[in-house]
């Protein structure tokens, strides 16, 4: 994800369209610092948004958010994917 802000407006850019920006737990654990933040340098509202990409030469608009990652949890879950997934 792409943090930013703009005045008193925090923006996250979500930037994984290969899982239609699924959040994991990696992604929120990297979020959480910077919400906290924003929370108390007064921003006042947080925004998330899908990155736009690019695929076979043509910009895309990507997927706000798919929600948790959940293939990341099967794969944890069966020992093919990082132990650092559970919470």
């Known amino acids: 994800f ?9 923006i996250l850019q979500l930037n994984n369209p290969a899982s239609l920006n699924a959040l994991t737990l990696e992604m ?3 979020m959480t ?3 906290r933040q924003w929370q108390k340098t007064g921003v ?3 925004l998330m948004v899908g990155a736009p ?3 076979n030469g043509k910009t895309k608009r990507s997927a706000f958010c ?3 990652d959940v293939k ?3 794969l944890a879950g069966i020992g ?7 919470a």
């Open 80 to 86: 093919k994917e990082d132990k650092s997934l559970t």
């Open 53 to 55: 990409y690019e695929k």
């Open 33 to 35: 610092p910077i919400l």
């Open 72 to 74: 990341k949890v099967y």
């Open 44 to 46: 006042r509202a947080t």
């Open 28 to 30: 929120i654990r990297s």
């Open 2 to 10: 792409l943090p930013s802000l703009s005045a008193n407006l925090g």
């Open 66 to 68: 798919a929600g948790g």
